[in-house]
């Protein structure tokens, strides 16, 4: 075992590269349109009241005219989503020129091909080092029928891959009880 320099962000994120995470398009209708970001960070919070959260940095732009627009759709994306991820990670084009969406509950925008989604009112944002955690309340969600509804984009290590075990991809969800 090897100890790393916790000071360091390239060690940092070195070391906590090795837990994967799954992807999520964060999206948002603002006066000027729509607007998005991809995260990393997408989480369950709460089951009651239903409270999800993802952590977009403090200085993003992206995230403050989310903010503003005070509700957000969280967009699970698929294995077959890499693109998707890119366009929306990068700076400077018009990310929502490739995809097709529709209005969510909210009036942000949903992707029509999301493996999942959750629509939510922002409730509550805090400062956490050179993140913000922001909190949403969950006013609707769905899942989606398709071929790949089960296999989630996930990032691990600096790359894209999926979760492919038996175990993930076959064996139902329970609803009730169900570990967040």
Not at 7 to 32: E, I, N
Not at 62 to 79: K, P, Q, S, V, Y
Not at 80 to 107: E, I, K, L, N, Y
Not at 134 to 153: K, Y
């Amino acid at each position: 075992m090897t100890l790393v320099d916790h000071h360091d962000p390239a060690a940092f994120r070195g070391v906590l590269g090795h837990y994967p995470t799954g992807v999520a398009v964060v999206t948002a209708m603002t006066g000027d349109g729509p607007v998005g970001m991809a995260v990393g960070t997408f989480t369950s919070i709460s089951l009651s009241p239903p409270l999800v959260g993802f952590f977009p940095d403090r200085n993003s732009s992206t995230w403050a005219r989310i903010r503003t627009a005070g509700a957000f759709c969280a967009n699970i994306l698929g294995e077959d989503h890499q693109g998707v991820c890119r366009v929306f990670a990068s700076r400077g084009v018009d990310r929502f020129a490739a995809v097709d969406w529709v209005p969510g509950p909210t009036g942000s925008p949903v992707l029509t091909d999301a493996i999942a989604w959750a629509d939510c009112e922002l409730v509550d944002d805090h400062p956490v080092g050179d993140h913000q955690l922001a909190v949403g309340r969950v006013t609707a969600l769905s899942l989606h029928d398709g071929e790949h509804a089960h296999r989630p984009l996930v990032f691990h290590r600096g790359r894209y891959g999926t979760a492919t075990t038996a175990a993930a991809a076959l064996a139902p969800l329970p609803l009730e009880g169900a570990w967040l």
